[in-house]
């Protein structure tokens, strides 16, 4: 279950405390509306700076993304925000970042963002994959798809996995991503893949999204076979997900992700990977 979104001020008046010490005094905290990750999202505004703080209790079942992140962070800072701390206090598992300065991707279909999101997968496929304790793409997508086909998905590249747009800043020329509490291990093409959802959810035709992920080289590697299988496998899991959901983000992305996958079963015997 996602956890229960609350405001920084509900933050105990300790943790808060932890907080001011590093940071200094926080005079004003904005809520992210969006996102499933994080019990406490906020752009923290202070004398000297903005910062932007990820909080799960430590008892919630995602805590672990928190020490995941803390330990990839500083071999993604060219692509991502500055880590400044992690603080443990009084139940809750604390992260400080950089705030960076832009705004959220627009995946529309005549977005001037595309292209810098599709320069932004390419970087991260540059990236060489951190010696950390990953999770593997193919342990990941196992509950959604037959054993035989999860071959497809392995690999030794470093993948973030959430491409929504919540998680993408453009500024200037540059797109930047956030939230790498669930970042993976696996087929080099897998970052892509996971961004088709999301350009369908935003408009976007099936054929048009792939057009978009083929910019990303490392799609090349990608086979039929292995797309049309995530496909399937990203629809299960979007639907285990939304199963119930009257959230509308949610419902977008399980709604998109099944498009894919139909129209990946309509075009599997194709030739080339679109």
Same mark, same amino acid.
């Given at each position: 279950m996602s956890p229960t979104? =609350? *405001? !920084? $001020?509900q933050l105990p008046a300790s943790v808060r405390y932890r907080i001011g010490a590093v940071i200094g005094l926080v005079t004003a905290a904005d809520s992210a509306t969006e996102g499933l990750n994080s019990s406490v999202a906020a752009r923290l505004h202070t004398p000297d700076g903005r910062y932007f703080l990820k909080a799960l209790p430590v008892e919630h079942r995602w805590a $672990? #993304?928190?020490?995941? +992140?803390? +330990?990839? *962070?500083?071999h993604v800072e060219t692509v991502g925000a500055g880590l400044i701390a992690r603080i443990v206090e009084d139940a809750w598992d604390i992260l400080i970042f950089d705030a960076l300065d832009g705004h959220h991707a627009d995946y529309s279909p005549e977005s001037k963002d595309l292209g810098h999101v599709a320069r932004l997968i390419e970087r991260i496929g540059e990236l060489p994959c951190?010696? #950390?304790s990953l999770r593997l793409a193919e342990q990941r997508l196992a509950a959604y798809t037959s054993e035989d086909q999860? @071959? @497809?998905?392995?690999g030794a590249s470093l993948l973030h996995t959430d491409l929504n747009p919540a998680n993408v800043i453009v500024g200037g020329d540059e797109a930047r991503i956030v939230d790498w509490g669930w970042a993976t291990r696996g087929a080099a093409w897998l970052d892509a893949a996971y961004w088709v959802s999301w350009l369908i959810a935003a408009g976007h035709d099936p054929k048009q999204a792939e057009w978009w992920a083929e910019q990303v080289s490392a799609w090349q590697t990608a086979t039929i076979e292995g797309v049309t299988a995530f496909a399937e496998a990203n629809a299960r899991m979007w639907a285990e =997900? /939304? *199963? /119930?959901s009257s959230d509308p983000w949610t419902r977008g992305i399980m709604t998109a992700s099944e498009a894919w @996958?139909? !129209?990946r079963r /309509? #075009?599997?015997t194709s030739a080339g990977n679109s």
């Open positions: 979104r =609350i *405001a !920084y $001020w $672990w #993304t928190q020490q995941r +992140e803390e +330990e990839v *962070a500083p951190p010696n #950390t999860l @071959h @497809h998905f392995v =997900i /939304g *199963a /119930g @996958h139909q !129209y /309509g #075009t599997a």
